[in-house]
């Protein structure tokens, strides 16, 4: 971990208290959104507070645990945890138990010439399944406060906020190079060379890396073309001028993935229903959903992906050439214990026998998470941000066109494009579980809605004086 000053710790401390104040200052969907988003920007990537007895409790951490702290002290809500979905309750039980059967299969020790992997203990699965729970928490709230089309709005108006803001100090970094958390934290969050890209500079501000930073930009970029084609006249001229200057934000952070991922998305918000955009988006999160599969059975045509790759661009073709190469592997790796991986310390990578250092790189979430906690680790945590997107789907098939929110409909495209990068990269954060619980929540109100409908209209259906039993 690297060393930080005394402020970046301090920041850490301090956002319970900005929490607080936003929940005292504003509704609770807005106050909910801000704390995490506002934590995922502002706060020092990397580090952690590290206390006693309870997991280091970082950026990704802290804004949803103020919130939490903030909905249970100061408005004294009850937020429920069990979705109404059998599945998603399984899910739930599933992610945070299998920790537990990661450990008991991971009990030997791994060996090298000069050194050792040590064997998992009981008190590893507590501390994972700690995290776990910690990580659930925004996708627990935003189930809870952000399920309407109000909060769904309020959620895209956010992201253009929050990019139009955010675009400064990108800005300013693209041009000077990183150095915003050198200064201010005392420190650099990853390796320097990974900021060269394209002749110049991707600013990667207080994020973990520039592609997280893309990443965003392409999140705030999509929801300017929401605002574009939904908002009432007299703001649209002000969201087409939004949605072009991210875009242009967007392309100095040279980034090919969340570019690609832009031009796909916004002519799907532009132009197509919303009914097919969810249906849509549930397309792509089942090719997630089944792809270590599939590459598993090599169906994958990873041939023909990197030679499209390559004629775009040729370095570009090669840095996902080594990739697919880790990835092959790392999944040879995985096979050899498929339930429930290999776990923590770097058991499910590669090493070198001798000395026992990783020799292998994985980038992709997937990969990552099918290593550490096999298959029932990564259809937990896959299924639980895939079954909102699934079940929004469902209700899109159902549902008459005029209840589908144009907002919705772009948070559901922005949650599964989230997943499809965690293919390539691990960008796997708070604000992807928050919409993931907020699309769920939504969800179910539809689903509730429809039931309610459908009780009534076989009632009026019913001649006089017969009954349902």
């Known amino acids: 971990m690297p060393i930080a000053n005394t402020l970046a710790y301090l920041m850490l401390a301090l956002w319970p208290v900005v929490s607080w104040i936003l929940f005292t200052k504003l509704d609770p969907a807005r106050a909910l959104i801000w704390s995490v988003l506002g934590a995922y920007m502002l706060l020092p990537p990397v580090i952690a507070l590290d206390l006693p007895v309870v997991p280091g409790i970082d950026k990704d951490a802290v804004g949803g645990l103020a919130a939490l702290a903030a909905v249970l002290f100061l408005l004294r809500h009850r937020v429920g945890v069990l979705p109404a979905s059998r599945i998603g309750r399984g899910l739930i039980v599933l992610y945070l138990l299998s920790p537990f059967a990661t450990v008991l299969t991971n009990s030997d020790e791994i060996w090298f010439q000069a050194s050792r992997l040590q064997a998992l203990r009981i008190y590893d699965s507590v501390a994972v399944v700690a995290n776990q729970a910690i990580a659930l928490v925004p996708f627990f709230l935003a189930r809870r406060y952000l399920a309407s089309e109000q909060a769904m709005r309020a959620i895209v108006v956010a992201l253009v906020i929050a990019g139009l803001i955010y675009s400064l100090p990108m800005l300013y970094e693209a041009r000077m190079s990183p150095q915003l958390n050198l200064r201010i934290y005392g420190y650099f969050q990853h390796d320097f060379s990974q900021a060269i890209r394209f002749g110049g500079f991707r600013p990667f501000v207080f994020m973990p890396h520039g592609l997280w930073v893309a990443f965003f930009a392409m999140m705030c970029f999509v929801a300017a073309v929401t605002l574009l084609r939904v908002g009432p006249a007299t703001s649209r001229p002000g969201a087409l001028l939004a949605a072009v200057y991210l875009f242009v934000v967007l392309l100095l952070c040279r980034s090919a993935g969340p570019v690609v991922y832009a031009l796909l998305l916004a002519p799907l918000v532009l132009i197509v229903p919303r009914r097919l955009q969810?249906?849509?988006?549930?397309?792509?999160?089942?090719?997630?959903?089944?792809?270590p599969l599939l590459r598993g059975l090599h169906l994958v045509p990873v041939q023909d992906i990197l030679t499209f790759a390559t004629g775009l661009n040729a370095e570009r073709g090669a840095s996902?050439?080594?990739?697919?190469?880790?990835?092959?592997?790392?999944?040879?790796?995985?096979?050899?214990?498929?339930?429930?991986?290999?776990?923590?310390?770097?058991?499910?990578?590669l090493h070198d026998p001798v000395s026992g250092q990783i020799n292998v790189i994985a980038?992709?979430?997937?990969?990552?998470?099918?290593?550490?906690?096999?298959w029932a680790g990564y259809l937990a945590e896959f299924g639980l941000l895939a079954l909102p997107v699934g079940l929004m789907a469902r209700e899109a098939l159902r549902q008459p066109a005029a209840l589908l929110s144009p907002f919705a409909a772009a948070v559901v495209l922005l949650l599964a494009v989230?997943?499809?990068?965690?293919?390539?990269?691990?960008?796997?954060?708070?604000f992807t579980w928050l919409m993931a619980g907020a699309v769920l929540g939504h969800a179910e109100t539809l689903r509730s809605a429809w039931k309610v409908a459908r009780r009534q209209?076989?009632?009026?259906?019913?001649p006089p004086g017969r009954t349902v039993i």
């Not at 190469?325 to 776990?343: C, I």
Request: net charge negative.
């Open 363 to 374: 980038d992709g979430g997937w990969i990552i998470t099918l290593g550490t906690f096999g």
């Open 320 to 349: 996902l050439a080594f990739r697919i190469t880790n990835e092959e592997l790392l999944l040879n790796r995985a096979a050899e214990r498929p339930w429930f991986g290999w776990g923590l310390y770097g058991r499910g990578f």
């Open 278 to 291: 969810i249906l849509f988006a549930g397309l792509m999160v089942a090719v997630v959903i089944t792809y």
């Open 418 to 430: 989230n997943l499809v990068d965690l293919l390539p990269n691990d960008t796997l954060i708070p």
């Open 457 to 462: 209209a076989m009632g009026h259906a019913l």
